[in-house]
Nanobody
């Protein structure tokens, strides 16, 4: 049985950093792109970042470009989202998702094969 679980959320001051982790079990990640999404209160879910199955291709939403870095270790069944320079507008529940995709990844793909339950990130002083 496949399972996706996020961790690493919490409360951080503006300008601070957090590292989110995504643990994925029961899948051969060699065939899956990995995505991070977020949903802020009262807003639609948005794609934040994604990484191709090989790790050679990454995409970021403009609002986090240069501040967030996505990574993966398929052998360990892990992915991460390093978030630096956090802003109050980054406050949201962050979700990890995986999707079978042979090449690349697209931020606007939201038909994930598996989803995690999310982890809350709060940026506030």
């Amino acid at each position: 049985q496949s399972h996706v679980a996020e961790s690493g959320g919490g409360l951080v001051q503006p300008g601070g950093s957090l590292r989110l982790s995504c643990a994925i079990t029961g899948l051969n990640l060699d065939y899956y792109a990995i995505h991070w999404f977020r949903q802020a209160p009262g807003k639609d879910r948005e794609g934040v970042s994604c990484i191709s199955r090989s790790g050679s291709s990454t995409n970021y939403v403009d609002s986090v470009y240069g501040r967030f870095t996505i990574s993966r270790d398929s052998a360990k069944g892990m992915a991460a989202l390093q978030m630096n320079g956090l802003k109050p507008e980054d406050t949201a529940v962050y979700y990890c998702g995986v999707k079978q995709k042979l090449q690349g990844c697209r931020l606007n793909d939201d038909d994930m094969t598996y989803w995690g339950k999310g982890t809350l990130v709060t940026v506030s002083s």
